[in-house]
């Protein structure tokens, strides 16, 4: 099993729709959960880091942490083509060290 | 270009060649990373340098050798790689947990 499970997609969606992303994950020791955005040609860039459970918004964009379901979602309101990136979701128990997932492909339709 | 900065942007290689990728951080963060990203795979964490001492050496095979001559530079030093090698190969500075900025990265292609 691996450690963080993200569904690569590739995801499609037309402008100004909601876009919805999630990993799992089977370490119950991780306490910081991160989303990575990845243009392409480019390293990724932090989105947005939550500690523990519950929801944290930053403009269009929405992050939640269920730790008793090991499950961490990333939600874009108002979806723009400039979103068209791949997001990563990653997580740590506190340490140095993140475990991330594959990465989920999203397009944004004009 | 700030933050994290790599080079070569591409390279392409043969089996027996040797070259170096460089990594430069302007931050004033304390450790650097390389992360080697495959197609549809997670990223995979290569080396951890926390004040310029090695802590992490995640299995990598011996044909890949870094260096941190100080906080601010990191190399990958690459020798006799296998075609299964080629990769973006990216660096990454941190002075906390969250805190990592990628550099865009250095395409590698064994041939």
């Known amino acids: 099993q691996k450690e963080v499970e993200q569904d690569p997609g590739p995801l499609s969606v037309p402008e100004g729709a909601i876009v919805s992303l999630n990993c799992t994950y089977s370490?119950?020791?991780?306490?910081?959960f991160m989303w990575y955005r990845q243009y392409s040609r480019k390293g990724p860039e932090l989105l947005m880091y939550?500690?523990?459970?519950g929801n944290k918004e930053d403009g269009r964009f929405t992050a939640q942490v269920d730790k008793s379901s090991k499950y961490i979602s990333l939600f874009i309101r108002d979806s723009q083509p400039s979103d068209s990136a791949t997001y990563l979701c990653?997580?740590?128990?506190?340490?140095?060290?993140?475990?991330f997932g594959a990465g989920t492909t999203v397009t944004v339709r004009a | 270009e700030t933050g994290v900065t790599q080079t070569p942007r591409h390279l392409v290689m043969g089996m027996t060649n040797k070259k170096s990728l460089k990594c430069e951080q302007h931050?004033?963060?304390?450790?650097m990373y390389w992360y080697k990203q495959s197609a549809k795979k997670p990223l995979e964490l290569m080396f951890v340098?926390?004040?310029?001492?090695?802590?992490e050496n995640n299995s990598v095979p011996s044909r890949f050798s870094p260096e941190c001559p100080n906080s601010s530079h990191l190399f990958l030093h690459l020798h006799t790689l296998q075609p299964e090698d080629s990769a973006l190969y990216l660096c990454?500075?941190?002075?906390?947990?969250?805190?990592?900025?990628f550099g865009s990265g250095t395409r590698l292609t064994v041939v």
């Open positions: 990454a500075s941190s002075q906390d947990m969250y805190g990592y900025t």
């Open positions: 370490n119950s020791a991780f306490q910081y």
């Open positions: 939550t500690y523990s459970s």
């Open positions: 990653a997580m740590t128990v506190g340490d140095y060290k993140l475990s």
């Open positions: 931050l004033g963060h304390n450790a």
């Open positions: 340098y926390s004040l310029e001492e090695r802590v």
